[in-house]
């Protein structure tokens, strides 16, 4: 009983894997910056609701996916050669940590907890985060489950890219205001920009396993090196909407941003240089998460400076 336990806590944990909620974080910590400056208010409580009720989508999500692609057979074509920790999904069906029941039960499990954490502040702190957050919620059940499968259609790039952006970005700052603001959407464009570029790059070392599994997501879809075309416009628009949004929201603090151009330029040329060599190619997987980082930072800096 106690080894059954075990692997399953264990199975659990490498599912949730907190170090990916840094893509999460960083938006939220940004709105909630953005509210600070706006209103002088810092409602602790009810900023740690949200992102426990983030975070549960998360794990719902993680679950969802590692389900879909291991009984679609997206993970079971990994090879052992191809197998890096940016592919073939949590590994926890493959490394026998989790059955699929249990995933599923820890998909229905999370989600529907995230469900009642969403009311709950819908329900006592502002209703526009029910709608919000229902919104956020269909697109990661849509990510992965049929009918939709936005990730096997095509369209996962572009929903993860609005969800963790503009969406996130609003939903957190309306429960902090009480006031939905378009300046708001705005500046979660150059954060959807960067979640897609991580999402795009992550999808490589699974490439091959995505063709045999019927996962036709974006790369499958155009192939590996006109990819690297998608992966470079794609900082191209996060740092020419920088600009943008300086001009519209009259906060110039967001130019800070521009720094870390010659990190991109170098992880855009990696990528390039080792594009059929994967142990020198994951630099490129690496410097796109610190990229996001390093944006998430000079962006947190923007909203309190700004402000």
Known sequence: METTLRRRWRGFWQLADPKIWIASTVPLLIATALAYADTGSLPVGWIVAALVGIYLIEIGKNAVNEFIDYYTGVDRYVTADRRTPFSGGKKTIIDGRLTLGETALIALVTLAAAFIVGVLIAWFREPHVFWIGMIGGVLAVAYSLPPFKLN????????????????????????????????????????????????WINQYPDYEADIRGGKRNGLVRIGKRPGLFVFGGLFVCTYLSLPVLAWLTGNLYWLLGLVTIPLAWRTVRSAVRHLDDLPRFLAANAGTIQLYQLMGLTMLAAALLGG
């Open 152 to 199: 096997y259609n095509g369209l996962g790039e572009f929903a993860v890219g609005l969800a963790f952006g503009p969406l996130l970005l609003s939903g957190m700052y309306v429960m902090l205001t009480g006031r939905l603001d378009l300046k708001v959407v705005l500046i979660g464009v150059p954060i959807a920009f960067l979640v897609m570029a991580i999402l």
